[in-house]
């Protein structure tokens, strides 16, 4: 069957350090599962969900990517999924909420908070500046058929009113179908 591990990677930015991780991964014997990658302050991030083969462990796999990894100044954290962690498959809703507008202390934690009172969970979530004071977030939230969506949705309109934010709760569906946000990037990083 194999053991299932997350695996957080941070390492200089360069040329080759995606290829240098998937080509360790496949020398492990690793099958991943989610993966996710990007570039913050200059550094490149990257989460990964794997299966690997029972006599691979957390040592022989991080050895194997600091090696691999030593040009870029890797570091590496790994965790073992427990057997109800590893491919959980999710039958609620899939929502974007989107947030742009003046930069401020405490923006993301109401959010978070918010969905969070309502068990709404966040599958992921981007942000970044936008100008020196303004900032643009996307959220990718799974949200049960049962939570008050009007509910939230006043929530956020107060919140937005009062700190001079636009906030949009969409579908999945619609999220793909609406204009571009103001970064591409945000938009096409959490399509999947």
Request: charged residues 20%.
């Amino acid at each position: 069957m194999g053991v299932s591990y997350f695996i957080t990677i941070t390492s200089q930015n360069h040329s080759g350090v995606l290829t240098a991780v998937t080509t360790a991964l496949g020398e492990l014997g690793g099958d991943m599962h989610h993966a996710s990658q990007s570039i913050v302050h200059g550094l490149f991030t990257m989460t990964i969900a794997a299966q690997f083969p029972e006599h691979r462990t957390i040592e022989v796999i991080k050895e194997h990517l600091l090696q691999v990894g030593r040009n870029y100044e890797m570091a590496v954290l790994i965790r073992e999924l427990l057997e109800d962690e590893a491919d959980v498959i999710s039958t609620d809703s899939t929502y974007y909420l989107t947030v742009n507008g003046q930069d401020a202390p405490g923006v993301v934690r109401v959010i978070s908070g918010m969905l969070a009172q309502m068990l709404i969970t966040i599958e992921s979530l981007s942000a970044r500046p936008s100008s020196a004071s303004t900032f643009s977030m996307v959220m990718r939230l799974s949200i049960s058929d049962t939570t008050d969506l009007q509910e939230l949705i006043d929530e956020l309109d107060i919140f937005s009113t009062l700190n001079s934010l636009e906030i949009s709760l969409l579908t999945e569906e619609d999220y793909f179908r609406s204009e571009l946000p103001a970064d591409v990037t945000l938009h096409n990083m959490l399509r999947g």
